[in-house]
C-alpha cells in the first residue's frame, strides 16, 4: 500500500532562509510522487513531480526535491523563502495505475519576515 | 484550458435541504475525483472515476452522499440532506490517464456552509 508521511504540521521560517519540508513514503513499487501547494481559499497546484527520470527534481518558483530511495523520502527545498511562499502544502504518492493519489496531512509554512 | 471548473464557489445552506456541486473537468482528462477537506480530517478523496464510471467510492461518508459523471465533461456530488458536519471545502479534480506520473490538476473548489 502506498502512503505519505509529512512531519511537522507547521513550519517557520525567516524571508531569505532556507525551506526545507519533509516527506517519507511508503510505497510496495517504484512511486510517483508529487508535491503541490495551496494558496488560501484556492486549489492545490503542482509544484513538481519525480517520474524516475532524474533524482533531483526542479519545481516552479525555485523549489525543487530530491529523491531519495534508501531514505524512502522526498524532501521539499527552497534555498531562500519568499513572504510568498507563505501557504500550505502537500506530499503525495500514487498508486501502481498512477490514477488514485495519497496525500499527505499537509505542512503549513510561515515565512516571518 | 480554462482548467477544472467548479460551481458554485459558495454554497450556504440549512440543515436538511438538498446540496448539488458541480464540476467540468479538463477537455481529454478521463478521470475525475472528488475531495473533502476540512480542519479536522484534512484532504479526503470521496470518490473517482474513470471514463466516467465510478471506480472507488469507499471514501463517501454515507448515503447522503452520491455521484455521478453523465459524461465526459461534467460530473455532479449531491448531499442529501445536508447536515452541519458536511461543512468544508469539496474539491474536483482531473487527471489524464496517458502516463502513469501523470499529475491532477484540482478546481478552485466549493466552499460549503450548512447551518
Known amino acids: 500500500a502506498q502512503s505519505v508521511t509529512q512531519l511537522g504540521s507547521h513550519v517557520s521560517v525567516s524571508e531569505g532562509a532556507l525551506v526545507l519540508l519533509r516527506c517519507n513514503y511508503s510505497s510496495s513499487v517504484p512511486p510517483y510522487l508529487f508535491w503541490y501547494v495551496q494558496y488560501p481559499n484556492q486549489g492545490l497546484q503542482l509544484l513538481l513531480k519525480y517520474t524516475s527520470a532524474a533524482t533531483l527534481v526542479k519545481g516552479i518558483n525555485g523549489f525543487e526535491a530530491e529523491f531519495k530511495k534508501s531514505e524512502t523520502s522526498f524532501h521539499l527545498t527552497k534555498p531562500s523563502a519568499h513572504m510568498s511562499d507563505a501557504a500550505e502544502y502537500f506530499c503525495a504518492v500514487s498508486d501502481i495505475t498512477g490514477n488514485q493519489f495519497y496525500f499527505g496531512t499537509g505542512t503549513s509554512l510561515t515565512v516571518i519576515p | 484550458d480554462a482548467g477544472v471548473i467548479q460551481s458554485p464557489r459558495h454554497e450556504v445552506t440549512e440543515m436538511g435541504q438538498e446540496v448539488t456541486l458541480r464540476c467540468k473537468p479538463i477537455?481529454?482528462?478521463?478521470?475525475l475525483f472528488w475531495y473533502r477537506q476540512t480542519m479536522m480530517r484534512g484532504l479526503e478523496l470521496l470518490i473517482y472515476?474513470?471514463?466516467?464510471?465510478?471506480?472507488?467510492d469507499s471514501g463517501m461518508p454515507e448515503d447522503r452522499f452520491s455521484a455521478k459523471m453523465p459524461n465526459a465533461s461534467f460530473s455532479t456530488l449531491k448531499i442529501q440532506p445536508s447536515e452541519p458536519r458536511d461543512s468544508a471545502v469539496y474539491f474536483c479534480a482531473s487527471r489524464s490517464g496517458g502516463q502513469l506520473y501523470n499529475e491532477q490538476f484540482f478546481g478552485p473548489g466549493t466552499r460549503l456552509t450548512v447551518l
Open positions: 472515476f474513470n471514463n466516467n464510471v465510478p471506480i472507488d
Open positions: 477537455s481529454g482528462h478521463n478521470s
